[in-house]
C-alpha cells in the first residue's frame, strides 16, 4: 500500500499548489472551494493508506525482490453474469420517467416490478445455477 499511498501523497501536493493559484488567478469561490476539498480529500486518502501500510505486512507488490509466483493463489469470488442489474435499472427509469410525467400509477407499477427486480438480484446466488 506505500505505492498507493505515495501516488495519493503526489496527488494532494498537486491540488495543494493549484488550489491557490487557481484562486489568483479566477478569483472564483466556487472552484476554489471544489479544489480545497479535492485536497483535503485527498490527504485524507492519503493518510489512511500510509497509516495502515505501516501498521501491514508488506504484500508482494511491496517488495521489491518478490517473484510473481508470490502473488498466487485465491483473489476472491467474482460474480458471474447477471441480468438483474439491468432490471433494476429499466425499473428505475420507468418510476423517474413516470414522477416526470406526473403519472403516478406508472410509479406503483414501477415500483412493484422494481421489487420483484431488487429481490431478484439479491436473492440470486441462492437459488438456479449460481447457488452456494
Not at 3 to 11: S, V, Y
Not at 35 to 53: C, E, P, Q, S
Given at each position: 500500500m506505500r505505492?498507493?499511498?505515495?501516488?495519493?501523497?503526489?496527488?494532494t501536493a498537486f491540488f495543494l499548489l493549484v488550489s491557490p493559484a487557481y484562486w489568483f488567478i479566477t478569483y472564483d469561490w466556487t472552484?476554489?472551494?471544489?479544489?480545497?476539498?479535492?485536497?483535503?480529500?485527498?490527504?485524507?486518502?492519503?493518510?489512511?493508506?500510509?497509516?495502515?501500510?505501516?501498521r501491514m505486512d508488506p504484500r508482494p507488490e511491496d517488495l521489491k525482490d518478490a517473484e510473481i509466483a508470490d502473488g498466487a493463489g485465491e483473489l476472491g469470488f467474482f460474480p458471474p453474469y447477471s441480468w438483474w442489474p439491468l432490471w433494476c435499472a429499466l425499473t428505475l427509469g420507468t418510476i423517474v420517467y413516470a414522477v416526470a410525467l406526473g403519472a403516478w400509477?406508472?410509479?406503483i407499477i414501477g415500483g412493484a416490478l422494481g421489487a420483484?427486480?431488487?429481490?431478484?438480484?439479491?436473492?440470486?446466488?441462492y437459488r438456479g445455477e449460481h447457488a452456494h
Open positions: 505505492a498507493e499511498a505515495w501516488m495519493f501523497g503526489a496527488t472552484g476554489t472551494s471544489a479544489l480545497t476539498m479535492t485536497t483535503l480529500l485527498a490527504a485524507m486518502v492519503t493518510l489512511y493508506l500510509g497509516f495502515h501500510a505501516a400509477w406508472l410509479v420483484i427486480a431488487l429481490s431478484g438480484w439479491i436473492f440470486e446466488y
